[in-house]
């Protein structure tokens, strides 16, 4: 499969320039205390967080939180992320995402992380 570029745009502070290239959009943890690089510093949390990666570079996946400020393009060093656990898959999946208490999604996720009808890179 060839690879598609991915146009991070400008960069956050102390993140190298290498190319970036999108991938398959997939759900997955970012350990508690790692750093969570945006252009507007590290928003990185205390606690293991649901992450979307949509794109990577040579040290870091590129993407945002599930739940949020809305950010993205965050850069989240490689070492940093893991894949969600079977338990934590079925427990992500019984979760609904809305915005005001107004339900717009009910969380799908297979348990490689990826949804139905995530997008291909």
């Given at each position: 499969?060839?690879r598609?570029?991915?146009?991070?745009?400008?960069?956050?502070?102390?993140?190298i320039?290498?190319?970036?290239?999108?991938?398959?959009?997939?759900?997955?943890i970012?350990?508690?205390?790692s750093?969570?690089?945006?252009?507007?510093?590290?928003i990185?949390?205390?606690?293991?967080?649901?992450?979307?990666?949509?794109?990577?570079?040579?040290?870091?996946?590129i993407?945002?939180?599930?739940?949020?400020?809305?950010?993205?393009?965050?850069h989240?060093?490689?070492?940093?992320?893991?894949?969600?656990?079977?338990e934590?898959v079925?427990?992500?999946?019984?979760?609904?995402l809305?915005?005001?208490?107004?339900?717009?999604?009910?969380?799908?996720?297979?348990?490689?992380?990826?949804?139905?009808d995530?997008?291909?890179g």
């Amino acid at each position: 499969m060839e690879r598609v570029p991915y146009d991070v745009g400008k960069r956050p502070a102390g993140v190298i320039d290498t190319p970036a290239y999108k991938l398959k959009t997939r759900t997955m943890i970012l350990k508690a205390g790692s750093d969570a690089l945006h252009q507007l510093g590290n928003i990185g949390t205390d606690i293991d967080d649901n992450i979307l990666v949509y794109a990577e570079d040579k040290d870091y996946y590129i993407g945002k939180y599930v739940t949020g400020f809305g950010f993205f393009d965050v850069h989240f060093r490689k070492d940093d992320v893991r894949p969600l656990t079977r338990e934590e898959v079925d427990e992500f999946n019984t979760q609904y995402l809305g915005i005001d208490g107004q339900v717009f999604n009910k969380n799908n996720i297979d348990y490689d992380g990826y949804s139905p009808d995530s997008s291909e890179g």
